[in-house]
């Protein structure tokens, strides 16, 4: 009497795979639709809501060779907020780096806040004219394309012109910063920008959100 056949024993299941790790709130990037925008992952924090030195605070861009690209540092935390702008490349003749050490930095901008999110914000991008100053007239502008909006419209002009014409528009999404930049321009001075502004827009945020608790308390019957 034959035998019936055996069954072959089952493959092992692959073992399960670990569930993703949540994101750094202090690890983001910044992307675009055109092809010839480098790959940049941010790292850091301003930290507008945070008390403490300021020096302490600053986001830095590396491309995917892991080089940095630029890094962001809070100047000025009350009144005017101011962000400086550095890179590790002179950006005229003769400049002085503003950092010194094996990984020199060079000021490459500032970037001034007027006004109070959800109200009317100008943003205004100053490019560097010496070693440790700037042009007297911003060569960027930028504003929300409404009050309250995460879209941020940019205009600028080069040295010899007058006029400020669009040359980017910023998306503040929730994982990422998305940008679509005009051709010619470093995007990378325009992410430092949208740092700035997304960390901005939280801290204000975060005051309006604690002043309305304020009030509803005080309101409450005792």
């Not at 949540?22 to 945070?50: H, I, K, M, N, Q």
């Not at 300021?54 to 995917?64: C, F, G, I, N, Y």
């Amino acid at each position: 009497r034959t035998p019936p056949p055996r069954t072959p024993p089952s493959p092992p299941s692959p073992p399960s795979a670990a569930p993703p790790s949540p994101p750094s709130p202090f690890v983001r990037a910044a992307t675009s639709p055109d092809p010839s925008f480098p790959a940049l992952s941010l790292s850091g924090t301003l930290g507008f809501e945070t008390e403490g030195p300021t020096r302490e605070r600053a986001v830095t861009l590396t491309d995917a060779a892991g080089m940095t690209r630029a890094a962001c540092v809070l100047a000025v935390r009350y009144g005017q907020p101011a962000v400086h702008v550095s890179a590790p490349r002179p950006h005229f003749p003769h400049q002085r780096p503003h950092l010194r050490g094996p990984s020199p930095r060079y000021l490459w901008a500032k970037i001034r806040i007027e006004g109070q999110f959800p109200l009317p914000v100008r943003y205004s991008v100053f490019l560097a004219d010496g070693d440790e100053t700037f042009d007297e007239e911003p060569r960027f502008v930028a504003q929300h394309a409404d009050v309250g909006s995460p879209e941020v419209q940019v205009s600028g002009r080069t040295g010899n012109e007058k006029k400020m014409r669009g040359c980017c528009v910023i998306s503040l999404e929730k994982a990422c910063l998305r940008l679509r930049v005009s051709p010619g321009t470093d995007p990378a001075l325009f992410v430092c920008l949208a740092i700035a502004i997304e960390e901005f827009m939280k801290e204000t945020l975060l005051k309006l959100l604690e002043k309305r608790c304020k009030t509803i308390l005080q309101a409450l019957p005792l």
